[in-house]
T-cell receptor, first 117, second 115 residues
Framework: AQTVTQSQPEMSVQEAETVTLSCTYDTSESDYYLFWYKQPPSRQMILVIRQEAYKQQNATENRFSVNFQKAAKSFSLKISDSQLGDAAMYFCAYRSGNTGTASKLTFGTGTRLQVTL | DGGITQSPKYLFRKEGQNVTLSCEQNLNHDAMYWYRQDPGQGLRLIYYSQIVNDFQKGDIAEGYSVSREKKESFPLTVTSAQKNPTAFYLC??????????????FGSGTRLTVV
């Protein structure tokens, strides 16, 4: 079974600075997808960024980018120019590319990000 | 606008009582999921369904039941057999198929508390 590990329960960053959230995963598959979700105090889960394992290029979405290291099974999220609205719980998630797995997502335990002035 | 609607937002259950959490989507998504969220444990999969009239157990299905009579609806019943039901419950849906990497769309959740 796949596992996702987020080793940083809490992180803090100053406004306008850059922060990197770590995520590692364990899998024997070669075809899979990785995601970062944001959960603000409202508890609504919001998709931040996604990465297909077959793509070598790291995904970027405005101020959010990932560092995908397939061999190391690492998928970190970098938030640039941090804003107060970035304060939230961030979850890393894994999905198998095997169509027989019903697109189930496996989540890490989350990293709570604080943004300070 | 398309989306997923979960109701109620807050639910209180007495000991020994069954309660049902509603999840409705108008996204025409094939697959639907129920997750439980507890502090420090991330999201854990309870049940999922890929098509109407079919559903599968997830990692923590004991004490829960579901039905999928319509594509749009996937209600979750928390039975009296669930010993620790106080948690935040999230419903999600997605499009299925090879190469379809759309991630999940989530509802806004239901907070269940045992009183």
């Amino acid at each position: 079974a796949q596992t996702v590990t987020q080793s940083q329960p809490e992180m803090s960053v100053q406004e306008a600075e850059t922060v990197t959230l770590s995520c590692t995963y364990d899998t024997s598959e070669s075809d899979y997808y990785l995601f970062w979700y944001k959960q603000p105090p409202s508890r609504q889960m919001i998709l931040v960024i996604r990465q297909e394992a077959y793509k070598q290029q790291n995904a970027t979405e405005n101020r959010f980018s990932v560092n995908f290291q397939k061999a190391a099974k690492s998928f970190s999220l970098k938030i640039s120019d941090s804003q107060l609205g970035d304060a939230a719980m961030y979850f890393c998630a894994y999905r198998s590319g095997n169509t027989g797995t019903a697109s189930k997502l496996t989540f890490g335990t989350g990293t709570r990000l604080q943004v300070t002035l | 606008d398309g989306g997923i609607t979960q109701s109620p937002k807050y639910l209180f259950r007495k000991e020994g009582q069954n309660v049902t959490l509603s999840c409705e989507q108008n996204l025409n998504h094939d697959a639907m999921y129920w997750y439980r969220q507890d502090p420090g444990q991330g999201l854990r999969l309870i049940y999922y369904s890929q098509i109407v009239n079919d559903f599968q157990k997830g990692d923590i299905a004991e004490g829960y039941s579901v039905s999928r009579e319509k594509k749009e609806s996937f209600p979750l019943t928390v039975t009296s057999a669930q010993k620790n039901p106080t948690a935040f419950y999230l419903c999600a849906s997605t499009i299925q198929g090879p190469g379809k990497n759309y991630g999940y769309t989530f509802g806004s959740g239901t907070r269940l508390t045992v009183v």
